[in-house]
């Protein structure tokens, strides 16, 4: 059983940069392969970013390529999103998850622990 929190979320205009991170609870941390969703207004969640439970592996959706980046530090239990040069369609309800086991990419069925999301809203 896993708890994840998000925090990091805010108010930020175009251009600038975001860490989330995501707290777990636990002493498996490192079992679990970690993912980043978002979810905007009006649209489908979509898969952003994942990091293998070493955190020797890292997967980006095609589109998160370059401005994204996914780590993790298993000793805080801690997975970590930084975003840069961040754009208004950026804007949207940022979601970790956690999949045991193997490393990504991961089905989405396979996130079997989810946080609550930190908003992150990007104005231009």
């Known amino acids: 059983q896993v708890q994840l929190v998000e925090s990091g979320g805010g108010l930020v205009q175009a251009g600038g940069s975001l860490r989330l991170s995501c707290a777990a609870s636990?002493?498996?941390?490192?079992?679990?392969?970690m993912g980043w969703f978002r979810q905007a207004p009006g649209k489908e969640r979509e898969f952003v970013a994942a990091?293998?439970?070493?955190?020797?592996?890292?997967y980006y959706a095609g589109s998160m390529k370059g401005r994204f980046t996914v780590s993790r530090d298993n000793a805080k239990n801690t997975v970590y999103l930084q975003i840069n040069s961040l754009k208004p369609e950026d804007t949207a309800v940022y979601s970790c998850?956690?999949?045991?086991?193997?490393?990504?990419?991961?089905?989405?069925?396979?996130?079997?622990?989810w946080g609550q999301g930190t908003q992150v809203t990007v104005s231009s």
């Open positions: 636990g002493r498996t941390f490192s079992s679990y392969a």
């Open positions: 990091v293998s439970g070493s955190g020797g592996v890292t």
């Open positions: 998850a956690a999949a045991y086991g193997g490393p990504p990419p991961r089905p989405l069925r396979e996130y079997n622990y």
